[in-house]
């Protein structure tokens, strides 16, 4: 059995551990989406073996937390996390965006990848998802909570700001989104190809309850989830401020990363940077 | 006389009786409720309407997810929004994961009337049956509707229900035969068939009984499930009379006509007249005045079928 309920220096390890997953996929596979793979991974290595309520032996789980990956596209993050938490074998991680395999370019419902709760790759549709399923939640009286993963570019999209409205006023406290600001984008900065601040005062003036913090930091990662599951009569937005490509020296903070996977020198240097060689 | 009534309160029945049948059913409204008769689902279960407002991308995320969470939504607003504002939400997060979502697209065709081209929805049946895992049905009349609203919430899977405004012959029993994908034949006959979906049908019956004063034997198909389609239905029809007219209150590119000439050339090839809008958007006017100008009725029918008969030298 793997272990769920991990310390924070166990979180960090765990999390070392699936950026080198998440190299290996990505050389292995030649394209993919490295620096918010790495910027993310923390969140979910956080939510993964610690925090969510979940079961890998079991994952349709009635009692179980969902999940929504709403930028789909860091989904190597979201596998390396499903492997090493006992959904299914680690050695499939490197079948990534090859044919027949259930690790598609963005997350399938319908490959039967255990953990995948909705296909998505299309941004800004998570949220509302998420929200949907929450208010269902709600209604059956069910105490599960949902969390989502949204972008920072993300929250450009207009259905976003539909999603927000209608959580906040149905007070879906049970929801909580974590954003993960990078602050990159495809064409570079967030701010200047479209910028999104103030977004926690957004967030607010939407009705709901914002928390900060740092999105490579357990510790205060898992305040947050202690926070955002402690929140009553609103839904939380975890701003958690993170580094693209973080862990890769060469990747940190450049834009280019974004859908760019390492080469096979490329990967040999970052997994020595990340002790795996 | 045959008695009139709008396609669009067949859905708000039949939602009602889905409701009382399944208690998982719940409704989202975008605002216009009254207007596409979510009302009466609103009023016999308050608890399980949930306003959404003017925000059709998220009313289809939010029922996405309500499926997710094991209910069984329906959203509905007028058809240009719901096949067309939330396209992306429809294809990637509810077809492409399969989820058992229902669409009411209310205010189909150019029926509408004096609101204009905005509002006309004249596309979604090729906005919708282009997405894989999708079920189109475009009911005939207001008893069907309601037939079709109780059987796309009792299937599993993303099923897009297409309905209208005005008052139109209510003219199906209702002990007659509803199954998605199976066709029904309304009227037989050898000489040509009209195969049409939604208001077409009656259309095509008139125009049947006219011709039948000439001797014309005209068979009439109402093929109301347009995805998954009748293929057996569409082979019959061109095995028997060898040439087929198709009728749609839509734009011609892409529809009901383009569906069944899909069929028709890949399995039984035989003459084709389409009956649809000629690829323009619609205007304000009197329904039945833009029935005519846009070249949707009996008489339109008559000479599609007087061309076809002349094309296959009958």
Request: with cysteine; aromatic share 6%; hydrophobic share 40%.
């Amino acid at each position: 059995m793997v272990n769920l309920n991990m310390s924070v220096s166990e979180l960090e390890e765990q999390a070392r551990q699936c950026r080198i997953d998440i190299i290996r996929m990505l050389a292995e596979a030649g394209s993919g989406h490295s620096g918010g793979s790495l910027s993310s991974v923390d969140i979910l290595v956080a939510l993964y073996f610690n925090f969510m309520k979940h079961d890998p032996e079991s994952p349709t789980w009635e009692e179980r937390d969902f999940f929504i990956l709403s930028k789909g596209h860091v989904c190597p993050a979201l596998y390396t996390a499903l492997a090493r938490a006992g959904y299914f074998p680690v050695e499939e991680l490197m079948t990534l965006r090859k044919l027949d395999s259930r690790l598609q370019g963005h997350p399938a419902k319908n490959k039967g990848l255990p953990g995948i709760e909705v296909s998505s790759g299309s941004l800004g549709q998570g949220l509302g998802i998420g929200a949907g399923v929450a208010l269902g939640l709600k209604i059956d009286g069910r105490p599960n909570r949902v969390w989502c993963l949204n972008g920072d570019g993300e929250m450009q999209e207009g259905s976003i700001w539909e999603s927000a409205m209608a959580a906040g006023h149905y007070r879906l406290d049970n929801l909580a989104t974590i954003v993960d600001m990078n602050g990159l984008q495809i064409d570079g900065e967030v701010c200047k190809v479209m910028n999104i601040e103030p977004l926690d005062e957004k967030f607010r003036a939407f009705n709901w309850n914002v928390v900060k913090c740092g999105g490579h930091d357990m510790a205060d990662l898992l305040r947050a989830y202690e926070e955002a599951s402690g929140c009553k009569d609103k839904p939380t937005a975890i701003l958690a401020k993170t580094v693209k490509g973080k862990g890769v020296s060469f990747m940190e903070n450049v834009a280019g990363w974004h859908g760019k996977a390492p080469n096979a020198d490329e990967a040999e240097i970052a997994l020595k940077e990340l002790g795996a060689l | 006389m045959v008695d009139m009534k709008p396609t669009k309160n067949g859905f708000g029945e039949g939602l009602v009786e889905l409701g009382r049948r399944n208690p998982r059913v719940v409704a989202l409204g975008c605002d216009i409720t009254g207007s596409v008769m979510v009302s009466l689902f609103k009023d016999a279960f308050p608890d399980r309407f949930f306003s959404i407002g003017i925000a059709e991308q998220n009313a289809a995320q939010i029922a996405a997810g309500l499926s997710l969470a094991g209910f069984v939504p329906f959203f509905s607003t007028y058809g240009v929004f719901a096949s067309g504002r939330c396209w992306d939400q429809i294809r990637t997060t509810i077809c492409y994961t399969e989820l058992n979502v229902k669409i009411g697209g209310a205010h189909g065709g150019i029926s509408v009337g004096p609101d204009g081209a905005t509002h006309q929805a004249l596309e979604e049946i090729g906005n919708m049956r282009a997405i894989p895992n999708m079920t189109v049905i475009v009911p005939a009349d207001a008893t069907e509707t309601r037939k079709a609203t109780i059987a796309a919430g009792e299937m599993l899977g993303p099923c897009y229900v297409r309905f209208g405004r005005e008052a139109v012959p209510s003219w199906t029993k209702e002990d007659d035969p509803f199954e998605i994908g199976n066709a029904n034949l309304v009227r037989d006959g050898n000489d040509v068939a009209v195969i049409a979906c939604g208001v077409m049908v009656y259309e095509a019956l008139c125009a049947a009984e006219e011709l039948e004063k000439e001797g014309i034997s005209v068979r009439v198909v109402n093929l109301h499930t347009v995805k998954p389609i009748d293929t057996g239905a569409i082979v019959s029809c061109a095995e028997k009379c060898g040439c087929i007219v198709a009728a749609e209150e839509h734009q011609i590119y892409g529809g009901f006509c383009g569906a069944v000439a899909e069929q028709v050339v890949q399995h039984c090839p035989v003459p084709m007249e389409f009956v649809a809008v000629d690829d323009r958007f619609g205007e304000s006017g009197d329904p039945e005045e833009l029935m005519s100008e846009f070249g949707l009725t009996s008489s339109d029918i008559v000479s599609a079928i007087r061309n076809v008969l002349k094309r296959s030298g009958k």
